[in-house]
């Protein structure tokens, strides 16, 4: 099943350097049943995307918590999309949430996805909101939908090391 970890820059350093990734809580996103049938409508590519959205929206949440913590943080959402077995759902969390059944390794990794140097402004304002916009704080969802408009550039697996180096 093809599946989208949401990461930071240092998750994708570690990613780099350690050969696997280990989501956070094992959570990931993917196009399951309940995304299926929450949108009605859509063909396999719009469900993917939506899911892989979802997965950049909690890539901001790990921003948000490692700039409390004063991790020196690059504010880039970024989603690794890979290919995995033994994924089971996890309605509790969010229609598309899903729970990994450990570390993914890097050569099922599909692709990367991140933001470009100019979204890195409205992703730092949206990491300091993002629990004010899921409490419906208009303001914050303004803010949160500013980082949102920018699309994640893709990136194939094997351009990691080039794409880190570069940043």
């Known amino acids: 099943m093809r599946v989208y970890i949401p ?5 994708l350093r570690r990613l780099d350097a350690d050969g ?15 995304l299926r049938e929450y949108y009605n409508a859509g063909s396999a590519d719009e469900l993917e995307y939506a899911a892989m959205l979802e997965a950049a929206r909690a890539s901001l949440r790990l921003i948000a918590t490692e700039l409390a913590q004063d991790v020196p ?7 690794v999309s890979a290919d995995v077995d033994g994924v089971t759902p996890r309605p509790d969390l969010d229609h598309a ?32 909101v993002i629990d004010a916009a899921d409490m ?16 994640l550039s893709w ?6 090391p080039f794409l880190l180096d570069l940043l």
């Open 97 to 128: 949430a899903v729970r990994l059944s450990g570390p993914v390794p890097l050569k099922v990794v599909a692709a990367v996805h991140m933001d470009t140097p100019e979204a890195e402004d409205a992703v730092r304002a949206a990491a300091a």
């Open 155 to 160: 990136y194939a697996a094997q351009e990691l």
């Open 7 to 11: 990461a930071t820059v240092a998750i």
């Open 73 to 79: 943080a690059l504010p880039r959402r970024a989603v």
């Open 20 to 34: 696997e990734l280990v989501a956070v809580n094992n959570t990931a996103f993917a196009l399951t049943p309940a």
């Open 136 to 151: 419906g704080d208009p303001d914050a969802e303004f803010t949160l939908g500013s980082a949102e408009d920018h699309e």
